[in-house]
């Protein structure tokens, strides 16, 4: 995997869909990233239309980038797809790769603000909402869609005690494209806004 640099920062973006974007290490680890380069199985399989800068990796391999060599890690929505050991195991590995005063942002759905819809729902089917939206449920569509389905919900409490305990001392819950990652404008989709938490960490 090549080691993309910007002015001499190594730039991460875990789980990316299909909005990478120029200058980072875009990684993302749908299946389909394989058959989207074949032309004849896209047309076949009707995958998305993957950017060519989009890398199929699984980061819960662990980070194949060196101790302290990265600038910024930026992760949205992704976490929640990860068990809770697995995202324990791949903040810390983020930890090991930031270099000292290295920025990691991760965005996740707000459990807390689905909570409070649900409970501001008078619906008779309030609750069947509700659990839709944890999509808490796997399937096989998951191989071919990892991000189907969650494996785990977060509120803000929950995502800074798990930053905190990966190695991070300085981390707040944060707000839309409020950071210290300069092209946050870029990176961070504003059809997330509505339903999303945003907790920032630095090493």
Request: glycine share 6%.
């Amino acid at each position: 995997m090549s080691k993309e640099r910007v002015n001499g920062e190594l730039k991460i973006n875990i789980g990316c869909g299909l909005s990478g974007i120029g200058g980072w290490q875009n990684l993302d680890n749908s299946p389909t990233i394989w058959i989207s380069r074949i032309p004849v199985l896209t047309r076949l399989f009707k995958t998305p239309a993957w950017p060519p800068d989009v890398q199929h990796y699984d980061v819960r391999k662990g980070l194949p980038y060196a101790d302290g060599s990265a600038r910024y890690i930026y992760s949205s929505h992704a976490f929640e797809h990860f068990t809770p050991a697995e995202s324990g195991a791949v903040a810390k590995d983020c930890c090991r790769v930031l270099a000292p005063h290295g920025i990691l942002r991760i965005v996740v759905p707000d459990l807390e603000l689905i909570v409070r819809e649900y409970l501001a729902d008078t619906s008779v089917l309030a609750a069947q909402t509700f659990l839709s939206r944890l999509s808490l449920n796997h399937s096989l569509q998951d191989f071919l869609h990892p991000g189907s389905n969650h494996s785990q919900m977060f509120d803000g409490k929950a995502l800074v005690r798990l930053l905190r305990d990966a190695g991070f001392e300085r981390v707040q819950v944060s707000s839309y494209r409020q950071s210290a990652i300069p092209e946050i404008d870029q990176i961070e989709l504003d059809v997330r806004r509505h339903e999303s938490l945003y907790v920032e960490a630095e090493k």
